[in-house]
Nanobody, 122 residues
């Protein structure tokens, strides 16, 4: 059974940092791309960043470039999202997803986690 379990969300003040984790199981980790997405209340889900565990290729949305860093621990089948200089507009439910494709479109991903809430106070 494919499982993606996010953790690490919480409440933080603007300017602070959080590190999200996405623990994957039930599939061959190296065969997939792993993406982070977020959805704020009343807004559409948007792609934040993605990584290819097999070669470490990464991609970021412009809104987080320079502030967020995606990384992978292949030994643990876990992808991380280090979020620095957080802003109130980063407040959202953050999901990780696994897929055969590449990029920040929902269509590229087949499996989704349940999400972890990030709230940034001003």
């Amino acid at each position: 059974e494919v499982q993606l379990v996010e953790s690490g969300g919480g409440l933080v003040q603007a300017g602070g940092s959080l590190r999200l984790s996405c623990a994957a199981s039930g599939f061959t980790f190296d065969d997939y791309s792993i993406g982070w997405f977020r959805q704020a209340p009343g807004k559409e889900r948007e792609g934040v960043s993605c990584i290819t565990p097999s070669d470490g290729s990464t991609y970021y949305a412009d809104s987080v470039k320079g502030r967020f860093t995606i990384s992978v621990d292949n030994a643990k089948n876990t992808v991380y999202l280090q979020m620095n200089s957080l802003k109130p507009e980063d407040t959202a439910l953050y999901y990780c997803a696994a897929g055969w494709g590449w990029g920040l479109s929902d269509d590229e991903y087949n499996y989704w986690g349940q999400g972890t809430q990030v709230t940034v106070s001003s």
